[in-house]
């Protein structure tokens, strides 16, 4: 569903990406892991064409993406949550969920978005700056989900989220992917909720990718000691 090949991204001189190559199947849960400055954030925007990319493609379901403005990707089937959030903390909850849509939402996607997430059912006319910082990371994934992707892309979810509110976004990543056999990826630093809900794991260093596992083959201690260093 996702096939990224060789792919290049820098600012001016300085190359922060270094021919990364790695595929996500339909359904899939990736992690892609690694400490602050490693790359993990510039490989997502690049993924979506916030940054640029020098050179290398980027395929979602068969159809390139690289070249392409940001909203394009989107139509195509990619959709991100961004780190921080980002939601409009002058609109409502409800109006934040529609603020990506393409067009007029099916009543079935509200419900189906207010079952995942039923905080953002009570709360749907409070304004979104109003939200604790667990409830705007779910708001962030709902708006995402807006717009039926093919691909969802997360970049650090768990940040600022205290852990029970982290399990819960944990528990909605898996059933998402149940309920439409959506793949995720997903750039992380907290090991233990790449354990409860991702598939495989690269681990990124950099700007290259230096490990990758199954999750049956996953050795947790090793990808900490590869935080650590």
Avoid: W
Avoid at 34 to 50: A, D, E, F, H, P
Avoid at 106 to 115: D, G, N, V
Avoid at 116 to 125: A, S
Avoid at 196 to 216: K, P, Q, S
Wanted: hydrophobic share 45%; with cysteine.
């Amino acid at each position: 569903m996702l096939e990224v090949k060789d792919l290049n991204v820098g600012y001016g001189l300085s190359q922060v990406i270094h021919e990364a190559t790695f595929g996500a199947a339909k359904a899939e849960i990736l992690a892609i892991m690694g400490r602050n400055g490693m790359g993990k954030t510039t490989l997502l925007k690049s993924l979506l064409g916030i940054i640029g990319s020098n050179s290398g493609s980027v395929k979602v379901d068969g159809v390139e993406m690289a070249g392409l403005p940001s909203h394009k990707r989107v139509r195509a089937g990619m959709a991100f949550v961004p780190q921080g959030r980002m939601i409009f903390g002058t609109l409502s909850v409800f109006e934040n969920l529609i603020s990506g849509a393409p067009g007029e939402v099916p009543k079935s996607t509200f419900e189906e978005i207010y079952a995942l997430f039923p905080v953002l059912f009570e709360m749907r006319k409070r304004k979104g700056g109003n939200l604790s910082g667990g409830q705007q990371q779910q708001l962030a994934i709902a708006r995402a989900l807006i717009t039926n992707p093919k691909v969802l892309v997360l970049d650090e979810p768990t940040e600022g989220i205290q852990p029970s509110i982290i399990k819960d976004i944990a528990k909605a990543l898996r059933e998402i992917r149940k309920m439409r056999d959506l793949t995720i990826l997903v750039s992380e630093q907290v090991v233990s909720f790449m354990m409860d809900v991702c598939d495989r794991v690269l681990v990124i260093d950099r700007g290259r990718f230096i490990h990758e596992a199954n999750r049956d083959n996953l050795n947790a201690d090793k990808v900490k000691r590869l935080l650590a260093v």
